[in-house]
């Protein structure tokens, strides 16, 4: 089943002369693991903030399970039906890993009760790998890599149909990187849901199931050529 | 549900944001202790003024200008008391007068002898009077238990033993009640001083005559009155006076008409006192065409003590609107500032309103949330506010109406007070909510979080 359908998208940020993304189609599939790869600033992360209904393309469209997110309540969508992992992270930096997570759940109106939001929360975070007396700490006084744990748990803490992640093992050792994948392809192939992660890992590229990458502001099917293979 | 987690996480924001919901706790709490302080000041003095317009009215003086000027008759003196212009009449008629069988207080034998004895000794000079019959609305006294304003020289008397005297038990010298009054009825009826009672050993019940001096053409006619004793007041112990008549002690108090009406055609010699107070002094002009009409003589200036009200009303009445300014000013000043500070804090806020509309928070809710917070806080800094504010009124109402030269006001803060002052708060929170809203609806989510980026 086609979970997000993207129909000539095109988008220029305000002021500026270029489009960053020129006529995009691509269509993601409910149970797939998908890799968008691409140079920086080739606009990856514009791409994904179309995706998870931050903003509106200038024309074309973006269709989530058949409707447009122009029609659709994008605030309902970011909150129930996407779970988005920030490049930047965007956590809560005053409140705790734990409340970043339960928050999100409270947002979606996922029905447990406190308790039950952080029990689930408390699960969630060490399978990411953080532990709850980290979890207990203020977002502000994490390591980047424990921030970006926390940005993942809370993507998933409402168990969203579509998780769109932006570099979401930048920050990660490579045992880390393995575990946290290990989770995305359980969320995909075990749960049927649509996972979409921008990558510049080779290990990430490796265990997805469709790669695409982004040049010229489109979108190509298949890894892109590397960089360092034109060096020697 | 997502709404009360949009509230749950304004309350604990609170704590998060703690400098920042200080700054906003002290500033609120500044407005609203000075605007309670304000409000209780410009709510007292307003009081103050519409009770002062009330009790003090503005007494007007109707001046002889010749010294020929006849006197106003008892019937000219009632006749301008039933003007709908006045706040209330005082009107007395006096007349000096002498006793074969009774003694004055003062009296004394060797300075005067010869004051109650003969009546060669009025010679046309009433200082050798022994003491003074007063003729107040009397009726009035006892119909209404109290003491009415249209009594002069009140200070010198037991306002509380008048009032008792004026109750039908005691007039009746025993505890049945009598059950109704009639004007006149109180002719030849009054009641003496517990000093001078006790000098010539009267009793409630007892008669007593007295000769009054009266002039026919220049001469003097004297008219013996006889009283009967209705009550005795208990009075102050007499001071010294020049003459005894001078001293209220020695005061026969009788009831107005008994004291006019012994004056008879073509006499002289009741004096009516009458004073006028109007309700306002504006109204001295229409009072002043109906007392000419009800035949004042063109030889009586009338005149109002404006000034003299205006001392009295004028520094509270400034007050009032000054409070009012004040009030205002402070207003615009909360409005202002709250706006400001909310407008800063969204700044300040804008990534993490970002991150909450980015979970998918909506604007309304993320508006609540900080409508929410600023509302608590200011709740709790209105309770801090109204307490210091109210400590505060007392001290400066004080001070300022010292300034002033006034009297001391008792100035304190009344339900409805604190429901306007709460009304101010909320409004004061609701723009500061507004402003909050109108500013969250001009980022979008993505914005937001690029600019910060
Ligand atoms: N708010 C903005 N206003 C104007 N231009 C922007 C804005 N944000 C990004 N850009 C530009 O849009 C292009 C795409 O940016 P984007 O962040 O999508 O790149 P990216 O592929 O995610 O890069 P990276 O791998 O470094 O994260 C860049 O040229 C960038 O300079
Ligand atoms: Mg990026």
Known sequence: ?232 | MPVNCAIENALLNILKNKSRNILLGVITFVIITAEVAGMSIYNASGTIVKEFKARFGSEVALTPLKKSAEGITAEQAIAFSESECLLSTDINSSLTCRSDTLKAIGQTEGRSPNIIQGRENYGGDLSNAAMRLRGGQFDKILAEGKLPAILTDVKFWNRSLLARAARPAFRAGNNDPIPSFKVGQYKNECIVSSEFAKLNQLAVGDHISVQAGLFESGTLVETSISLTIVGIYVSAPSAAYPASYQNPNNEIIADFNTVASIQKEGQTGVAVNATYCLKSPELLALFEEEIRSKGLSPDFSVTTDEAGYRRLVGPIENLNSVSLAFLLMLFALGVAVMALVSMLAIRERKYEIGVLRAMGMKKGQVALGLWVETAAVTTVCFALGMLAGGLLSQPISDTLLAASGSIPVSVSISPLTALEIFAVAIVLASIAGFVSVSQITKYEPMKILMERN
């Open chain 1, 1 to 232: 089943m086609t979970c997000l359908e993207l129909k000539s998208v095109s988008y220029r940020y305000g002021g500026a002369r270029d489009l960053v993304l020129d006529g995009i189609s691509a269509s993601f599939e409910m149970g797939k693991v998908y890799a968008i790869t691409g140079e920086s600033g080739s606009g990856k992360s514009t791409l994904l903030s179309l995706m998870s209904g931050l903003d509106i393309c200038g024309s074309g469209d973006i269709l989530y399970m058949g409707k447009s997110l122009r029609d659709i309540d994008r605030d309902a969508y970011r909150a129930k039906s996407a779970g988005v992992v920030f490049q930047s992270f965007n956590l809560l930096l005053n409140s705790t890993a734990l409340y970043n997570v339960t928050l999100s759940m409270g947002i979606s109106g996922i029905p447990l009760d406190s308790n039950g939001k952080k029990m689930a929360a408390q699960a969630l975070l060490e399978k990411v790998g953080v532990n709850s007396a980290t979890a207990s700490r203020k977002v502000l006084k994490l390591s980047g890599g424990e921030q970006q744990r926390v940005g993942i748990a809370r993507a998933l803490s409402h168990n969203p149909d579509v998780v769109i992640a932006d570099e979401p093992t930048g920050n990660l050792d490579a045992e880390t990187e393995s575990a946290i994948l290990k989770i995305f392809a359980d969320v995909a192939h075990g749960d049927g849901k649509c996972v979409i992660l921008v990558t510049h890992s080779e290990s990430v590229t490796a265990m997805a199931d469709e790669v695409f990458s982004l040049c010229d502001g489109k979108l190509a099917y298949g890894e892109a050529k590397r960089e360092d293979e034109f060096g020697l």
